[in-house]
């Protein structure tokens, strides 16, 4: 995928969720993955002619482990002009050596979004943009329908009121596949997850078991997605159909 047809896909999200608005000031979350580091190509690419000017920042929560080495997304960063915050925490440490948990990822997601929400609020954003692409809210219906009995994906655009922020997912109309070919073609310098539950998680198994359907019978991930972006789900907003 290049940068215009990624470009193209934000674009699209922005505009029919509404997403960005005049003067926002939007931290992008980057975890060192291919997602996040496509996400912060897409905005940084949006902002030099979107017609509502905002500023961007990025961010990092450091969960302790050491093998991560961050230094390649600073120098990314500072060559695109956008202000990189590196946030160090030892959740790590209390996932695995003090609680010794054997299922750390709810808790794990947890702190972390509470670490970022924080962060993001003290240097003065009001918005702060995830990486979740299609696979991932489709993925995500399939672990609501099968473990929750609910059908249900998180929102394009979410208002958190305790903490007077808003959540926006400027990549969701974005394959995985396209993310691995974007990454591959600019040459991302991504940091590999140091998590030893990575690639063993319900996620996981989603992910395999939507790619062995989507072989199966072609097609059928892009009408489930356009089942949830038809599903009237709670909390979703309006969608204004995109037009060129």
């Not at 249900?152 to 979410?158: A, E, H, I, L, V």
């Not at 310098?189 to 539950?197: D, T």
């Not at 939507?210 to 972006?229: E, S």
């Given at each position: ?24 000031h ?13 996400l ?44 990189y ?28 979004k ?46 958190l ?9 400027p ?12 990454k ?15 690639g ?34 709670p ?10």
């Amino acid at each position: 995928m290049k940068l215009q047809q990624l470009l193209s896909h934000t674009r699209k999200a922005v505009d029919e969720y509404q997403m960005i608005q005049e003067g926002d000031h939007i931290a992008v979350g980057i975890s060192g993955g291919k997602d996040s580091l496509t996400l912060l190509y897409a905005l940084h690419g949006l902002k030099r002619f979107y017609p509502n000017h905002f500023e961007l920042s990025a961010i990092t929560v450091d969960l302790g482990y050491e093998q991560c080495d961050f230094t390649p997304i600073k120098e990314l960063c500072r060559e695109m002009e956008i202000p990189y915050h590196i946030v160090k925490t030892d959740i790590a440490q209390i996932l695995f050596e003090e609680r010794k948990e054997k299922n750390p990822c709810s808790l794990c997601a947890k702190m972390r979004k509470g670490a970022l929400n924080q962060a993001v609020k003290e240097i003065g954003c009001n918005k702060i943009a995830y990486a979740h692409h299609k696979d991932d809210i489709i993925e995500t219906m399939i672990l609501s329908l099968f473990f929750e009995g609910r059908f249900y994906s998180f929102s394009p655009k979410t208002y958190l009121d305790r903490m007077d922020l808003t959540v926006i997912r400027p990549i969701m109309f974005v394959d995985e596949a396209d993310v691995i070919g974007f990454k591959n073609k600019y040459n991302l310098p991504v940091v590999k997850s140091a998590c030893p539950v990575d690639g063993y998680t319900k996620r996981q198994y989603a992910k395999d078991l939507l790619a062995d359907l989507n072989r199966q019978y072609p097609g059928i991930k892009q009408r489930m997605f356009t089942a949830i972006l038809n599903g009237n789900i709670p909390g979703w907003p309006e969608r204004i159909p995109y037009i060129r």
